[in-house]
């Protein structure tokens, strides 16, 4: 039996109009693909010059031919070199955060998973002690804001804590985590310096860790 509804078109226009709406999605898209791939090639630029010769050698122009971007479009970026090392402090931090969730510490306690994070970032980072020191002491002296402590503060008490969170922490648990992760920094630049060996460093961050974290 034929059926009595006729199929009915959609207006020209309104085919169009979709037509044109996913075509402008889909040039957003690109165009936001691009951007990030650009910036991302920024910031690998200027680790790779960090990494052989410390924040001396991120020169904004350096990192521009080595990123193939116009001196200019860096700028857009990043507007000045601080913004630049707190750009590749992220991008370290990311490749922490990736490692973490692909395998989380499995220790009993709380301040041991604390401390193989924080060993596992020592890790990491010593892997490239120029880029380590350039990054470490360029923040301590930073004037602008910086997501160094913060995050570090809430992968320790995420892994510690059972996925505690910044905004569900107490501010104690928020206080303790902080003042594990400095004990860490400065100790991580007196290794640097050549004034602690990695077994020190490990030694004084499970005992600053059993003493902060003890009612985790």
């Known amino acids: ?12 226009g309104d085919a169009d109009g979709a037509a044109e709406s996913h075509s402008a999605q889909g040039g957003q898209s690109l165009r936001t693909r691009s951007q990030h791939q650009r910036r991302k090639r920024i910031v690998q ?7 052989r010769g410390g924040v001396e ?19 857009r970026y990043f507007p000045s070199k601080m913004d ?16 973490i969730e692909r395998r989380p510490p499995g220790a009993a306690t709380p301040a041991s998973r604390a401390v193989d994070v924080l060993m596992r970032a020592t890790r990491g980072l010593m892997r490239e002690p120029e880029l380590a020191d350039a990054l470490i002491r360029s923040l301590i002296m930073a004037d602008v804001e910086t ?59 499970e005992t600053a860790a059993a003493r902060l974290f003890a009612d985790f």
């Not at 630029?45 to 990494?51: E, F, R």
């Not at 402090?89 to 922490?96: A, C, F, K, M, P």
């Open 45 to 51: 630029a200027a680790a790779a010059l960090a990494s």
């Open 147 to 205: 997501p160094f402590g913060d995050r570090m503060t809430g992968l320790l008490l995420r892994v510690s804590a059972d996925g505690l969170t910044l905004e569900s922490a107490g501010e104690e648990q928020i206080d303790l985590a902080g003042s594990l992760s400095s004990v860490w920094v400065q100790e991580l630049l007196e290794m640097l310096r050549g004034r602690r060996t990695y077994e020190q460093i490990q030694r004084r961050i």
């Open 57 to 75: 050698a991120m020169q904004m122009r350096t990192v521009a031919e080595r990123a193939g971007v116009a001196l200019g479009t860096l700028y």
């Open 1 to 12: 039996m034929r059926s009595t509804h006729a199929a009915v078109a959609p207006p020209a």
């Open 84 to 99: 630049l090392v707190v750009a590749v402090v992220g991008e370290e931090l990311d490749l922490l955060e990736s490692s």
